[in-house]
Structure formats: C-alpha cells, structure tokens
C-alpha cells in the first residue's frame, strides 16, 4: 500500500512508519559521507549532506514515490572516491556504510523490544514504532545489498573484485536504477531480499541471545 492511501486510512500507522523510514533512508545516506570524510573525502561535508536535516537529503522523486508506492530514496550523498588514500578500501567501506547503518539501527530497535515490554498503551505504540523501525531498516540493508549499480552492493562487489570487476556491471550502471523498479514491480528481487534479511535477522539474534 502507497503511504498517501495509509494517510488517509490508518494515520497513526503512517507515521509510524513513514518518520522512521524517512529518517533510515537519511541515515544510510548520512553513514556514507561520514566514512568518506573520515577516509580523507571532504564532499559531503563541503555539501552540507553529513546532517540529519531531511531538507537536506529529499529528493522530489523519491519522496513522491515513496507516498505512491511504498518506497522511496534520498539524494545519495556525494563522495569522489579520488580524494580517499586509498580507493579500494574506500569502495568497500563506504559502500558498506549504509548497509551497516541499517543493521545497527535494527538492532537497536530490536534491543529496545527485548528491554521493554509493552504493558501500558504508551509502551505498545512505542513497541509498534521500534517493530517497523526494525522491519524498515533490514529490508533497507538488505535491498541495498543486492549486487545491482547503484545498489550499495554493486559497489562492494566492485571493491573486492578490485581490477576484476566484471565489465557489465560498469556497463549497467546508467540504466540500474530502471532496472531495480522493474525487477521490484515483478517481484524477480524478493527471494534476495528475503535472503540477505535472513542472514541479518539471524546475525542480530545471534548478538541478542
């Protein structure tokens, strides 16, 4: 369901999941510019993108998609990875930044649930809101997993297989996004995405016992 018809029908459920998915996106974006400023990359910064300020980060199409469809993005924060010592880990670890942004957040949503129980209505909307935080952010990382130009997971590929990338990826990065959506619409990615959320599910209960 588009977020505009969960406006309409449910707004308590909007914004709990709209905010937290606002702000995840923001995050993720946030997390990539950080690690390439502390990597020698001053873009972002000089950009003003390393701010949680949403005015900052919102990208009209994205923003509008996310309402109609479900899902949405932020501008991506700029990096020019030229500026880094050196690039192939800079390629790893920022590409890597969102994705773990994510997981951390998850994490410590699902923390929160385990400390909490949710004995009094407060609680239970409280416990609500940490539940999709939760749900938001492992599907955020692992989508962004998945080895498709621009997903963070191209790039991460591209970093390890260092001078062995295969040439297609390059080749497919100006059309990955429209790539990305159809494969969404026709369900093709889910099985991944189900995949990776697996292995983080499994990866925060193991550091939650």
Same mark, same amino acid.
């Given at each position: 369901?588009?977020?505009?018809?969960?406006?309409?029908?449910?707004?308590?459920?909007?914004?709990?999941?709209?905010?937290?998915?606002?702000?995840?996106?923001?995050?993720?974006?946030?997390?990539?510019?950080?690690?390439?400023?502390?990597?020698?990359?001053?873009?972002?910064?000089? #950009?003003?993108?390393?701010?949680? !300020?949403? $005015?900052?980060?919102?990208?009209?199409?994205?923003? %509008?998609? /996310? *309402?109609? =469809?479900?899902?949405?993005?932020?501008?991506?924060?700029?990096?020019?990875?030229?500026?880094?010592?050196?690039?192939?880990?800079?390629?790893?670890?920022?590409? #890597?930044?969102?994705?773990?942004? !994510?997981? $951390?957040?998850?994490?410590?949503?699902?923390?929160? %649930?385990? /400390? *909490?129980? =949710?004995?009094?209505?407060?609680?239970?909307?409280?416990?609500?809101?940490?539940?999709?935080?939760?749900?938001?952010?492992?599907?955020?990382?692992?989508?962004?997993?998945?080895?498709?130009?621009?997903?963070?997971?191209?790039?991460?590929?591209?970093?390890?297989?260092?001078?062995?990338?295969?040439?297609?990826?390059?080749?497919?990065?100006?059309?990955?996004?429209?790539?990305?959506?159809?494969?969404?619409?026709?369900?093709?990615?889910?099985?991944?995405?189900?995949?990776?959320?697996?292995?983080?599910?499994?990866?925060?209960?193991?550091?939650?016992?």
């Amino acid at each position: 369901m588009g977020l505009l018809k969960l406006l309409t029908a449910d707004p308590l459920t909007f914004a709990l999941i709209a905010i937290p998915l606002l702000f995840s996106v923001i995050i993720h974006e946030v997390a990539h510019g950080w690690v390439a400023y502390r990597m020698g990359d001053p873009t972002a910064k000089w #950009s003003g993108r390393l701010t949680l !300020n949403p $005015l900052s980060h919102l990208d009209p199409i994205g923003t %509008l998609m /996310l *309402f109609l =469809a479900g899902f949405g993005w932020a501008k991506p924060v700029p990096v020019n990875f030229n500026n880094l010592t050196d690039k192939r880990k800079g390629l790893i670890f920022v590409s #890597s930044a969102g994705v773990v942004a !994510n997981i $951390l957040l998850a994490f410590l949503a699902v923390l929160f %649930l385990r /400390l *909490f129980s =949710a004995s009094s209505s407060e609680m239970a909307v409280v416990s609500k809101a940490c539940t999709y935080v939760a749900h938001i952010n492992i599907t955020l990382a692992a989508l962004n997993l998945i080895p498709i130009p621009p997903l963070d997971g191209s790039k991460i590929l591209m970093g390890i297989t260092w001078k062995r990338t295969p040439s297609f990826l390059t080749r497919l990065e100006p059309y990955g996004f429209f790539i990305i959506i159809g494969l969404l619409y026709l369900g093709i990615l889910d099985p991944l995405i189900r995949l990776f959320g697996w292995i983080i599910v499994t990866l925060i209960q193991i550091l939650l016992p």
